[in-house]
């Protein structure tokens, strides 16, 4: 069976994981990341035979990026899902950090997310056999959302 690591970006640390804001809501960066990560955890494990495993087991949970890529350590796959804000409230887009996975695959993937979210599509980098820290060599990538609101 596969094992799919979900890092759910930031988190349990509500004065460096200050959020964003948008659309007369704000949210927490950290509480955003894990909650898209416990939807994602459950789409894969009702639709394939695959182990998800999360790096945040609560909302409040805050490990180092240390811990994360030790408990990376063993996946088949680790997404990191991020969200990033910018003191220049011009910045807007998707971005995605890749280690292993091929490069057509990044810029389908970027595409795909920029148009799904009408926003720019920033960049991709390749950060060859690296993943969260650089420790755990899992095929994988973050993908960071851009700022909904800056400022």
């Known amino acids: 069976m596969k094992i799919v690591e979900l890092d759910a970006g930031h988190g349990g640390d509500p004065i460096s994981d200050r959020g964003f804001s ?9 509480v955003n990341n894990f909650l898209t990560c416990k939807l994602i955890k459950a789409y894969l ?3 394939y ?7 945040r087991d609560n909302v409040t949970d805050y490990p180092t990026i240390a811990q994360r890529g030790v408990m990376a350590q063993g996946a088949d796959f680790l997404y990191s899902r991020h969200s990033n804000a910018s003191s220049d409230k ?36 390749a950060k060859p056999g ?6 755990a060599k899992v095929e994988g990538f973050m993908i960071i959302n851009h700022a909904i609101k800056n400022g």
């Open 49 to 55: 035979i695959v182990e998800v495993r999360m790096t």
């Open 22 to 30: 948008g659309s007369g809501y704000e949210q927490n960066e950290g």
């Open 130 to 135: 690296a993943d969260i820290d650089g420790t």
């Open 45 to 47: 494990e009702a639709r």
């Open 90 to 125: 011009t910045v807007r887009g998707t971005e995605i950090w890749y280690s292993k996975i091929n490069k057509e695959f990044a810029d389908n993937a970027s595409k795909t997310i920029a148009d799904f979210f009408g926003h720019p599509w920033r960049n991709k980098y």
